[in-house]
């Protein structure tokens, strides 16, 4: 299992969409954005690649050095599966939706 930590979701919306975009929309709209976009591409070079799983947003979820920790609120918010023979890209449609 992999896990990634996006910490800069509004500078990149900044620089793809625009400052006054990103300073319009509040912090957990750009991680929302930001977040499918990078599950929707990674889903597609994983399966570009041969390998066939799934890949998961989820909130409430952090590390601290060796330890996994959960927050009141654990969610998972979305899962994408990749790879040969998968038809449905998205089990969970309200991803842009500010949780």
């Given at each position: 299992?992999?896990?990634?930590?996006?910490?800069?979701?509004?500078?990149?919306?900044?620089?793809?969409?625009?400052?006054?975009?990103?300073?319009?929309?509040?912090?957990?709209?750009?991680?929302?954005?930001?977040?499918?976009?990078?599950?929707?591409?990674?889903?597609?070079?994983?399966a570009a690649e041969g390998l066939i799983?799934?890949?998961?947003?989820?909130?409430?979820?952090?590390?601290?050095?060796?330890?996994?920790?959960?927050?009141?609120?654990?969610?998972?918010?979305?899962?994408?599966?990749?790879?040969?023979?998968?038809?449905?890209?998205?089990?969970?449609?309200?991803?842009?939706?500010?949780?």
């Amino acid at each position: 299992m992999l896990l990634v930590k996006i910490t800069n979701s509004t500078e990149v919306v900044a620089s793809k969409a625009g400052k006054i975009f990103a300073k319009m929309t509040p912090e957990k709209t750009d991680i929302n954005i930001v977040e499918a976009a990078v599950i929707k591409q990674m889903g597609e070079d994983l399966a570009a690649e041969g390998l066939i799983g799934q890949i998961s947003i989820v909130k409430g979820l952090d590390i601290q050095d060796d330890t996994v920790i959960t927050r009141k609120g654990f969610l998972v918010k979305e899962t994408r599966a990749f790879g040969k023979g998968v038809t449905q890209s998205r089990t969970k449609t309200e991803v842009f939706k500010p949780r």
